[in-house]
């Protein structure tokens, strides 16, 4: 299976309560790149078919305006999470995101209970995404086995409070705590071939440290990160977004690399850089994301 949107831009994802029909209604004006309709955390024990409910008709009713719409399940340790997959798949959910996820059989079981609910609904099979949220050291542990579990599954993402508990430690706001386990990750993601996110930064009030950290995991290899509120939105899409200096210096390493090959040259200078065939993989990929990012308006 080949999904035409397994790889899109996902710079930001926008956790939504999906308790409360005004978050959820029109998230779509703050442009995030994926908003996460969360049925997990997020709604009480005893909301948990409430929210369903609104989670359907927000799906079948609203128009987000091409922004990717994930919903987080419930863990597999709870009652909830079957019929969360009916109402994700019933709905037309464009992703799955699974909570806690420790194995690769995790998510094996996820994924043949959304195909039994796509051919129960109708839906074309292989068209809901998966993603696996990794929450505990084991599931860190096992990062390059879930990366590599489904044709679905469109990448991995960190939850750092629930990690950070298991392992025993809190979140100290220096990035210590969690470097282990995205440097794991994103070696992992990339080995496999998908994405993988950062965990959400919840202090509002400090933007700074949140700009800081956002700069630090674009240059760890991330995709992007989870958000908690649309204020984080514009400060991550400007850090993921390659920068005109990026852009045409970008352009000039494939253009020269496109005409020296053909001659046989293998090392020259661009800019004054010495620049070789290595480079040229990094130079596409900041073009495709120029372009992903709506800033590119060249022809390559």
């Known amino acids: 299976m080949s999904h035409p949107n397994k790889k899109r831009l996902r710079r930001s994802m926008m956790f939504l309560n999906c308790q409360k029909p ?3 209604k029109d998230p779509y004006i703050y442009n995030p790149d994926s908003i996460m309709l969360d049925l997990e955390d997020a709604v009480a024990e005893s909301q948990k ?3 369903r409910y609104s989670l359907f008709h927000a799906l079948q009713e609203i128009d987000y305006r091409g922004v990717e719409r994930v919903v987080r399940i419930n863990g597999l340790d709870t009652p909830h999470w079957k019929e969360d997959i009916r109402v994700c798949v019933a709905g037309g959910a464009d992703t799955i995101r699974i909570a806690k996820t420790e194995c690769a059989q995790d998510v094996h079981t996820v994924e043949e ?12 099979e292989g068209s809901t995404l998966l993603m696996a949220a990794l929450e505990s050291c084991n599931g ?3 990062a390059l086995e879930v990366c590599k579990s489904s044709d679905r599954l469109i990448g991995i993402a960190l939850s750092g409070g629930d990690y950070t508990k298991d392992l025993q430690t809190v979140i ?3 990035g210590v705590e969690l470097m282990g386990a995205r440097q794991q990750m994103i070696i992992a993601a990339r080995a496999a071939g998908v994405q993988c996110w950062d965990t959400v930064f919840t202090n509002l009030d400090d933007m700074e440290s949140f700009e800081k ?8 290899g991330f995709d992007g990160k989870s958000l908690v509120n649309p204020r984080q939105i514009a400060v ?4 993921f977004t390659p ?11 494939v253009k020269e690399i496109d005409e020296k090959k053909a001659l046989g040259i293998g090392v020259f200078t661009v800019d004054g850089k010495m620049i070789d065939i290595a480079f040229y993989d990094g130079a596409k990929r900041t073009i495709a994301l120029a372009k992903a990012s709506g800033v590119y308006e060249g022809d390559l």
């Not at 920068?243 to 390493?253: A, C, G, M, P």
């Open 140 to 142: 860190v542990l096992h």
């Open 236 to 239: 991550v899409h400007q850090i």
């Open 22 to 24: 005004g978050l959820i």
């Open 113 to 124: 209970h959304v195909l039994a609910a796509e051919k129960e609904f109708g839906r074309p």
């Open 172 to 174: 100290t706001g220096t």
């Open 49 to 51: 078919d409430a929210a």
């Open 213 to 220: 950290e956002t700069r630090m995991i674009k240059m760890m």
């Open 243 to 253: 920068t005109q200096k990026e852009i045409i210096f970008s352009e000039k390493v």
